[in-house]
């Protein structure tokens, strides 16, 4: 119902200025989310992924308000399909194509910056050629990542408040993302090491980082599950098979890595740690936010024997330290979270999407925002609000007679809230 009411206002909005009026609706729908979803008793993966596919149903065709980024995964189909080399050729210097989806496309005069799996995703998404359809597929995925959640872990509730959570509703069946495929393909790695199907879980964790690069920090933890023999020999062939795939859409070139070099080193947008730290340290900033958050992953892959343990501290790191900070990112610390048993991404999330509150200064003339001094303070103190309270919520597994309880209550099994 809130998801309805939620889409319903989307789509009465006049431009995106107006996006603001889903956020009340998006923080009352998270904690029933989290609430109920906490309270959902354990049920077939067919069940939650066709609730989780419900609940997105409504979004689905709706202005992408919120973010812009789909028209560009369009073009970069379109443009892949009649045979241009998307690193080679910025939107802005191809004209004659798709002029009016061309106009829509964010930072045009910018080549690509996705992996190769991405791009294969997006000549998917070309086929139907119209945001809806990009909506339609990504809310798909999205749904069945619902469903692998709860085949991966022993807690219902990880599988229902991800099928109901505005941010994973939000982040697919409205703005289409593509990190939404590559955490589908990072949970389905997490669920083959469940299984005991390392070799699986070692080619998904590829597949993911070939999509979204993020699932590569957990492949050394994978490949420790493996003799070392057999996970040499996976990971080249997993890694021919990602040149495979790159060969036909790409090309080597000065200009290959040119716009991600440029969106690592230049761009920020509601940092939590960048903003304190810019004016100190300039520009050693960013090295220096890269390498605390190498050394998070590099410590937790040495400590830690699960990868959904890397995880879980890589996507915590990721949100805390990058500069620029979308909702969307955070799916990033939200699903090994949940994975875990632990509430307090799933609260923060909600917070996280008062972030789009900056699209109330949306000036359509020049297609851009200011970034409000008080933004992050809204949006920082709810996530750390929401990281709190999660502290003293526990989600069920299916051998606890409780749904929620205090963390004074907790054992020592390192799966309880954290």
């Not at 206002?9 to 904690?31: E, N, Q």
């Not at 992924?49 to 979004?59: E, H, N, Y």
């Not at 409205?174 to 083959?192: K, T």
């Not at 008080?374 to 051998?399: C, F, K, P, Y």
Request: proline share 7%.
């Amino acid at each position: 119902m809130l998801s309805a009411i939620g889409a319903l206002t989307s789509w009465s909005a006049a431009g995106r200025s107006d996006v603001w009026k889903v956020l009340p609706i998006a923080a009352v729908w998270g904690l029933v989310a989290v609430l109920g979803g906490a309270r959902m008793p354990r049920t077939s993966a067919a069940w939650v992924v066709a609730a989780a596919f419900l609940v997105r149903v409504p979004w689905v065709g709706s202005p992408p308000h919120l973010s812009d980024d789909l028209y560009r995964y369009l073009w970069e189909g379109l443009a892949l399909s009649a045979g241009h080399d998307p690193f080679a050729v910025a939107p802005a210097d191809l004209g004659g194509l798709d002029d009016h989806l061309r106009s829509l496309v964010n930072h045009p005069e910018l080549t690509s910056v996705y992996p190769p799996l991405a791009l294969w995703w997006f000549r998917l998404l070309a086929v139907g050629g119209t945001p809806a359809w990009a909506q339609l597929l990504t809310a798909c995925v999205d749904a069945c990542t619902a469903g692998v959640l709860l085949r991966a872990s022993r807690r219902p509730a990880a599988a229902w408040i991800y099928a109901l959570h505005p941010l994973p509703v939000l982040e697919s069946a409205c703005g289409a993302h593509i990190d939404v495929p590559a955490v589908f393909l990072a949970a389905l790695a997490v669920l083959a090491l469940r299984r005991d199907a390392s070799a699986v879980a070692l080619w998904a964790t590829v597949a993911g980082a070939a999509t979204k690069l993020f699932p590569v920090v957990m492949l050394p933890a994978v490949l420790r599950r493996l003799p070392p023999a057999r996970a040499a020999v996976h990971l080249l062939a997993a890694g021919m098979a990602t040149a495979l795939l790159a060969v036909p859409l790409v090309h080597l070139g000065p200009g290959l890595l040119s716009s991600a070099r440029l969106y690592a080193g230049t761009w920020s947008f509601l940092g939590f740690a960048w903003p304190w730290l810019d004016p100190v340290l300039g520009g050693a900033t960013r090295p220096v936010l890269v390498g605390i958050g190498a050394l998070v992953v590099g410590t937790a892959t040495w400590r830690a024997r699960d990868p959904l343990e890397v995880w879980a501290a890589a996507g915590t790191a990721f949100v805390l330290l990058s500069p620029t900070v979308h909702p969307w990112y955070v799916l990033w610390a939200l699903v090994p979270s949940l994975l875990l048993g632990r509430a307090g991404w799933a609260l923060a999330a909600i917070g996280s999407l008062q972030a789009y509150a900056v699209l109330a200064t949306w000036d359509a003339a020049t297609a851009s925002w200011a970034e409000q001094p008080w933004l992050w303070w809204w949006v920082w103190g709810n996530v750390l609000a929401g990281l709190a309270a999660g502290r003293w919520i526990q989600l069920r597994s299916d051998d606890e007679p409780t749904i929620v309880y205090p963390v004074a209550n907790k054992s020592r099994n390192g799966n309880d809230a954290q």
